[in-house]
């Protein structure tokens, strides 16, 4: 087999290898069908079939309760920047947003083309290094949703508790999915791209409470409706096919591995490896972030000077730990640990950042 890297990309990312092998094994000739799953119909057995079952398991492996759907939905996370607001947002309500970092502000800047969207919190003036607590959160009268972002892959913040507000709350989860439960109570939308944590690039997994479809804006594409994807169990038009049939797969990874009570501990315990070795650094490995909100998925981190977070990203690379560039409007490093990361890669991160420290002294 190829040597596989220590891969800490943001996304898309490492998925499970035993995933990879499993498809690579079915690929060229889908249950003796003759055709691989990507050339056939998407309206017959075979995927019909792999379609229902990714649904399943989301339900079961989430633990989602009956009154939200499942939809599958082109466009990934961005789409539903947009659809959020065409959705749920008419002339006569307005949308809340926390702009917590990168993610927040750009679901905020496509939310005001479609409507009155008002900041609740700017973490702007912290440098987005920290999440509101809950009394700093400012809701108006007549608004419709508060939009979240759970965790901030590229600034390295998540919402630790959840803000339970006076209004529903819609959460872009997408670098954080499957890493902890969801309070569904508070949520009316859930969403985010399946490429951080659920599989490849191509599509968004998007939660919606059933009892806000028939309010829900009619005057729109088709495609753009939450109502009508529902009605269409997400065939409304041909489905990203082969993003569906990994996920099912990753999805069943997960459950067999423990399930979300599994992948919470898991994702815990290997960024507490990584904290603790930039805390017990004696500051040469620094973290920007307030360590109240530190995320569990994407570890961001510096070093003393440019020149040294350019020399360990540079060894770091040619000893087998590829893509720990921090994000380019930030700089610095960011290790992304999600879910498919081994504990074992963790442990050899940190041992490397030991001795490169002592090589390398400030
Ligand atoms: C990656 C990411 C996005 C963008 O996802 P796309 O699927 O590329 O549209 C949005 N929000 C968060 C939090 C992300 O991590």
Redesign the pocket.
């Known amino acids: 087999m190829i040597n596989r890297v220590h891969n800490f990309s943001a996304?898309p990312c490492t998925l499970p290898l035993e995933v990879l092998e499993e498809a690579r094994e079915e690929f060229v000739n889908y249950q003796e069908s003759g055709m691989s799953l990507i050339e056939m119909s998407h309206r017959g057995k075979h995927f019909d079939a792999v379609h229902n079952e990714a649904i399943q398991l989301a339900r079961e492996v989430f633990e989602v309760p009956e009154d939200f759907c499942i939809l599958f939905l082109q466009?990934?996370?961005?789409?539903q920047f947009s659809m959020v607001p065409m959705n749920l947002l008419g002339d006569k309500c307005k949308a809340a947003y926390i702009d917590s970092g990168s993610?927040g502000s750009?679901a905020i800047a496509d939310a005001r083309i479609y409507g009155s969207v008002y900041t609740a919190w700017d973490g702007n003036e912290y440098n987005y290094s920290r999440m509101p607590s809950l009394d700093e959160i400012h809701i108006k009268t007549n608004t419709r949703y508060l939009h979240i972002?759970s965790?901030?892959?590229i600034g390295g913040i998540r919402f630790v508790e959840w803000p339970d507000v006076n209004v529903p709350v819609v959460a872009?989860m997408?670098?954080d999915y499957m890493s902890r439960r969801i309070p569904w109570q508070l949520f009316d939308v859930v969403y985010?791209?399946v490429?951080?944590n659920l599989g490849p690039?191509g599509m968004?997994v998007v939660f919606v409470r059933q009892s806000i479809l028939s309010a829900c804006n009619k005057n729109l594409g088709r495609y753009l409706r939450y109502d009508l994807q529902l009605d269409s169990n997400s065939m409304l038009n041909t489905p990203p096919v082969f993003p569906i049939y990994l996920l099912g797969k990753v999805l069943r990874w997960m459950r067999l591995g423990g399930g979300i009570e599994a992948m919470e501990r898991a994702a815990e315990e290997k960024a507490a490896l990584l904290y603790s070795a930039i805390d017990n650094s004696s500051g040469y490995f620094s973290s920007p972030v307030d360590e109240h909100d530190r995320s569990v998925m994407n570890v961001v981190f510096r070093l003393p000077t440019p020149d040294l977070e350019n020399l360990f990203l540079g060894e770091a690379n040619g000893a087998g730990f590829v893509n720990l560039k921090g994000h380019r409007s930030v700089g610095g490093c960011r290790a992304s640990i999600y879910n498919a990361m081994p504990r074992s890669s963790v442990e050899l991160l940190v041992d490397f950042m030991k001795s490169f420290q002592l090589s390398n002294p400030a």
């Not at 466009?75 to 789409?79: E, F, H, V």
């Open positions: 996304g466009g990934g996370a961005t789409l993610w750009a972002t965790n901030e892959t872009d997408s670098s985010g791209g490429q951080k690039a968004a």
